[in-house]
């Protein structure tokens, strides 16, 4: 099975989120953190399961949290780059994720 690695970004994304949803409910934070969680042993499992989103960008969706997980896999190795509300403008997100914008 391929290692999965996550940038520094995807980290900050899902301790932001976690920090949202404990403000909202304690206990919901750690609910949250489990599904990212879940969705990166799917993608280390078969990194081609989800399917490219744009510009060789994947997207997993998370279960019962309306987030997306971005990723790449290069070289057979599965990386991801962000987490992201998906709710958020499909061409705002691909400009962030290819460098052409600051935020999400």
Not at 52 to 64: I, P, T, Y
């Amino acid at each position: 099975m391929p290692e999965l690695r996550t940038q520094p970004e995807a980290e900050w994304d899902a301790a932001e989120i976690y920090d949202w949803y404990e403000d909202q409910r304690p206990g919901l934070g750690r609910a949250f953190l489990a599904r990212p969680d879940e969705c990166y042993g799917g993608i280390a499992s078969n990194p081609y399961r989800y399917a490219v989103a744009f510009d060789d960008f994947r997207q997993g969706m998370l279960k019962k949290f309306r987030y997306i997980v971005y990723y790449k896999v290069i070289d057979g190795e599965p990386i991801v780059y962000r987490v992201v509300h998906s709710a958020r403008e499909p061409d705002a997100v691909r400009r962030f994720l290819t460098g052409s914008d600051d935020s999400p």
